[in-house]
């Protein structure tokens, strides 16, 4: 007898623990917050396309963070966390500009519908309603809602690709968050617009892989012109488009694609995607296609659903910049 209910106990236990387990996952959907926030779609834009209207910037800096926050660790906002070792504090700090949209919406949610709309899902919709300004309305994809807030945040799990890596080395980090090959060249469309600065493109023009020669991948006008903008001896890191399509450079389109065929990638990968085995004939079909724009918001809904947490696994913080639960670790 005794050993019996010390089985079904155990099995209590484990059951309990099973349910508290990491891998509970949070489901998303379409109007998640009809009832409890009926109105949260329009009061996101309202904030979004005012804060837009004064700085566009907003929209590459949030495209960013998007993808930075989903990556790590799943689509959480723990990117948001503020905290000496959080993720914030690794690498590229997009965050500052990003945080305060997210703060000004944040508030305007709080306001209308007080601790009811998680920061995952304000930077999923902030993100949005900035890839539809940035393509003068023309994209516009309806992205599921139902994300709640993590509660861990450290730079020391954050887990990004860098420019240099390979085509293949890259997919294998996309693959893991469940992302195929081709939602990968599609995600890489958005650098379409927005920046990068010299520094991350200095031995593509002046020394590539040690060989004191440019990257024979760039086109060679392109190098002339950039060595213009990025001198050798220059303490100066200026911007540089991602997209050098000029009337394009700061409009949410598929002339990336383009740009890349003809060797006008600015990052190592992007011009690699154009003529690595495994991308070429997609980047090649993207670069004609005319559903570029509604392909891209399905695969951004995608990457949206990675590693979301439940009610269980997450929070709904009333600022996104501080966990509510005590055991929080950023
Ligand atoms: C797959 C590998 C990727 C690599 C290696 C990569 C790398 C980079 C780098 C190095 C920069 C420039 C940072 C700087 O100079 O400050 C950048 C900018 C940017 N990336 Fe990516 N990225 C990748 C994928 C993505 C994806 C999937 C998205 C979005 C869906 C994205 C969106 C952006 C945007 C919008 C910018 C411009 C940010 C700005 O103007 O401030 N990137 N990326
Ligand atoms: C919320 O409303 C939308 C549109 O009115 C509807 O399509 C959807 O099924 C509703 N979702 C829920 C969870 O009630
Ligand atoms: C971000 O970078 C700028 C310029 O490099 C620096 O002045 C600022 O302190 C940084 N902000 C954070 C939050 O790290
Ligand atoms: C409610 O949302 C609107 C935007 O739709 C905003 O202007 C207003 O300030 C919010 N209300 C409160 C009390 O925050």
Sequence with gaps: MAVKISTISTLIVFLALLSLGHFSHGELRLGFYNETCPNVEQIVFGVV???????????????????HDCFSNGCDASLLLDGTTSEKKAGPNLSVDG???????????????????????????????????????????????????????????????????????????????????TDMVLLLGGHTIGVTHCSFIMDRLYNFKNSQKPDPAMDPNLVKELRLKCPKKSGQNGAINLDQNVPSSDIVD???????????????????????????????????????????????????????????????????????NLFCTA
């Design 49 to 67: 396309e005012k804060a837009f209207s004064t700085n566009s910037r907003l929209a590459p800096l949030m495209i960013r963070l998007y993808f």
């Design 99 to 181: 945080c305060a949209l997210i703060d000004t919406v944040k508030d305007a949610l709080e306001g209308n519908c007080t601790g009811v709309v998680s920061c995952a899902d304000t930077i999923a919709l902030v993100t949005r309603d900035l890839v539809n300004l940035a393509s003068g309305g023309k994209a516009r994809y309806e992205i599921p809602t139902g994300r709640f807030d993590g509660r861990e945040s450290l730079a020391s799990t954050v887990d990004l690709p860098g420019p240099q890596m390979s085509v293949s080395d890259t997919f294998k980090m996309f693959e893991k968050r469940k992302l195929s090959l």
């Design 254 to 324: 598929a002339s990336y694609y383009k740009q890349i065929e003809s060797r006008r990638g600015i990052l190592q990968i992007d011009d690699q995607l154009a003529t690595d085995e495994m991308t070429k004939q997609i980047v090649k079909d993207l670069a004609v296609s005319n559903d570029f724009l509604v392909r891209f918001g399905q695969a951004m809904v995608k990457l949206g659903s990675f590693g979301v947490k439940d009610k269980d696994t997450g929070e709904i913080r009333t600022s996104c910049r501080s966990c509510k």
